[in-house]
Nanobody
Framework: VQLQASGGGLVQAGGSARLSCAASGSLSSFDTVGWYRQVLGKQRERVAQIAKSISTGSADSVEGRFTISRDNAENTVYLQMNSLKPEDTAVYYC???????????WGQGTQVTVSS
């Protein structure tokens, strides 16, 4: 399975964007999916995660603004981002993991730039 992230771009502060992470195959065997983001020179930060159908692991900085969802029929994971701030500017990566085996796959990353 390969993941393809899309939906990034330039957004004004206060605006919204939706990232998509499309899988080349079925995600049904991956019980955990989520998004990380990384700013050049800084440590990667987990943004949001769904583990065993429960949305967990949202960073405090995005709580109440970002929502993760997965569409099992479409084998796609989404990240809805509202009330964007300049500090949300980063490369966003999606991932999927099988907790029972530890096997994980990552998307290639999509740049989100929020202008003030």
């Amino acid at each position: 399975v390969q993941l393809q992230a899309s939906g990034g771009g330039l957004v004004q502060a206060g605006g919204s964007a939706r990232l998509s992470c499309a899988a080349s195959g079925s995600l049904s065997s991956f019980d955990t999916v989520g998004w990380y983001r990384q700013v050049l020179g800084k440590q990667r930060e987990r943004v949001a995660q769904i583990a065993k159908s429960i949305s967990t692991g949202s960073a405090d900085s995005v709580e109440g603004r970002f929502t993760i969802s997965r569409d099992n029929a479409e084998n796609t994971v989404y990240l809805q981002m509202n009330s964007l701030k300049p500090e949300d500017t980063a490369v966003y990566y999606c991932y999927a993991r099988q907790s029972y085996s530890g096997y994980s796959v990552w998307g290639q990353g999509t740049q989100v730039t929020v202008s003030s």
